[in-house]
């Protein structure tokens, strides 16, 4: 059997093709299971003799819920996947509506210090239905559809782009979830050859960037990956997908008191952005269980805030989400395996 969440629109003409069904049928199908996410063929407008063959060819494969976390401003999920892998995904509650933030990966091995998620070993990549069956769950237990994906979750997307490209058409796709290409977010912790691909790909979602530091020095600190794609690297290739798409990038910096949030690293920063088409989005530390780093004080923040304001840089201060369930920025945990 295949899953259905495992294929994309033409993937799924492909498939009925070779079953013997008319491939147009997917202009049926498709819109069934994500529009109205059906979860089953039945009451589809077809044959009782190709409904037979679509059950027997296809399931329906969402990942099962293990628990649900909730507060005011978002809802934590635990997924087991069916390797017994687990991972989680979070709905944000937005002042302007529902965003649903993904995992990409079991793990990651991008070892960024301060990330409670990096300290799980990545052991594997999420295939397709994993991604999709992430956000299919989350809608069918909440109720709500989201107006914006983030591809921010655990793992670092750019290193299993093929499947969050295939993804991203799911979550566009017009008859579906339909969520507009403005409203998909992906993150990266600066892996450039991603930037690129993701640059010349069909997709032109807005590119986050994780640089929470100014240097590569101090990044190389807290993020390894700066040993393999420095700074200047990131920031030409962000530079590149912002010329090339006509898109305003972000950068997001996390606020670790001490560390990075001196006078000092704003300037540095704001001469590092100079007249790129981007700004910063700085964010409030979440310390996880035993972080050796601590949040900026708000003040300290608000300084931050200001010397970049003062020499020309765009800037905001991200409402942390969900902290009081970790589910806030680099506070997702799952990546193990349960069985
Ligand atoms: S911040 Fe992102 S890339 Fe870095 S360790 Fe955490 S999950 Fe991985």
Redesign the pocket.
Known sequence: MTDIYSLTYDGLREKLGSIGEKPSRADIIFPAVYGELAGSFDGLPLKEETLDTLRSEFSFGAPERLQTLTSETADKYLWRLSDGCTVESVLMKHEFGYNICVST?VG?????A??????LKRRRDLILSELVGQVVGTVLHSGIKPGGISI?????PMENLDNVLDFIGIMAYPKGFDIGIRHITI???GVVPGIYKLAQSEYPVNLAI?LHAPDDELRGRL?P?TRRYPISEVMYAARDYSERLNRRITLEYVMLDGVNDSDECAVKLAELIGDMNAYVNLIRYNPGENSEFACSPHERIMGFYDTLKKHGVGVTMRRSLGDTINAA??Q?SAGSSDT
């Open positions: 990966q990651c091995n991008m070892g960024c301060f990330c409670v998620s990096g300290r921010m979750g655990i793992g670092e993150s990266t912790c994780s993020m990956v920025c680099g997702l």
